[in-house]
């Protein structure tokens, strides 16, 4: 690619006659160029999107428990792990998260984005003193160094019945790389 980049730039600078022709700024520009362009046609994207396939009872969860979205409908870069929760940065860059969480009819629980164990963001679904649905969901924009594990957990504060995700609502989790 870049003989080609370099050839580009070379009948550039003959073909115009242009004497002053900055052949290393011109190289420089359009190899850069040439590499973006690689980069977008190899189709190389980072995204996935996760979601609980049945509620879960709250007597099933605990204070810090990792939540696994079983369901992956989108792995773009395979970064999300259905077994583990955890999804693991494949490179470094600037990576959007997004967690929703529905209690059902007197249920409650805090939902906490960590990354490599440390809370960066912190959601409450509360639907502790009414029968009904209350959902909670956050974005959360993180740096990520290659290597970096972000996963939801159980919060703090939880109890009541059952934590929503079927035909009516869906509990997910879902990321992507924003550069």
Same mark, same amino acid.
């Given at each position: 690619?870049?003989?080609?980049? $370099?050839?580009? +730039?070379?009948? /550039?600078? +003959?073909?115009?006659? %242009? =004497?002053?022709?900055?052949?290393? =700024?011109? =190289?420089?520009? #359009? ?8 980069? $977008?046609?190899?189709? !190389?994207? #980072?995204?996935?999107? *996760?979601?609980?396939?049945?509620? #879960?009872?709250?007597? &099933? ?14 792995? @773009? ?6 077994? *583990? ?8 860059? /600037?990576?959007?998260? !997004?967690?929703? &969480?529905? @209690?059902?009819?007197?249920? !409650?629980?805090?939902? =906490? +984005? ?14 502790? %003193? !009414?029968?009904?649905? @209350? ?5 959360? #924009? /993180? ?5 970096? $594990?972000?996963? +939801? ?15 009516? &609502?869906?509990? *997910? ?7």
């Amino acid at each position: 690619m870049q003989r080609i980049c $370099i050839f580009v +730039v070379l009948s /550039l600078c +003959v073909a115009y006659g %242009d =004497e002053s022709c900055d052949r290393k =700024e011109m =190289e420089d520009t #359009i190899c850069s160029l040439c590499s973006q362009r690689k980069g $977008i046609q190899s189709g !190389h994207q #980072i995204a996935f999107f *996760s979601y609980m396939s049945k509620n #879960i009872p709250i007597n &099933t969860i605990s204070k810090h428990k990792t939540l696994v979205y079983d369901r992956v409908e989108t792995n @773009a870069g395979k970064g999300y792990d259905a077994r *583990s929760g955890q999804f693991t940065a494949p490179e470094s860059g /600037l990576y959007v998260f !997004h967690t929703s &969480t529905t @209690a059902l009819d007197k249920s !409650h629980s805090t939902i =906490e +984005v960590v990354k490599n164990g440390q809370v960066k963001d912190i959601s409450w679904a509360d639907a502790m %003193d !009414h029968n009904d649905r @209350a959902v909670a969901s956050t974005m959360t #924009i /993180l740096s990520l160094t290659k290597g970096d $594990i972000v996963s +939801v957990r159980v919060g703090l504060t939880y109890g009541g019945n059952l934590l929503e995700s079927n035909q009516y &609502t869906r509990m *997910s989790f879902s990321g992507f790389k924003l550069s």
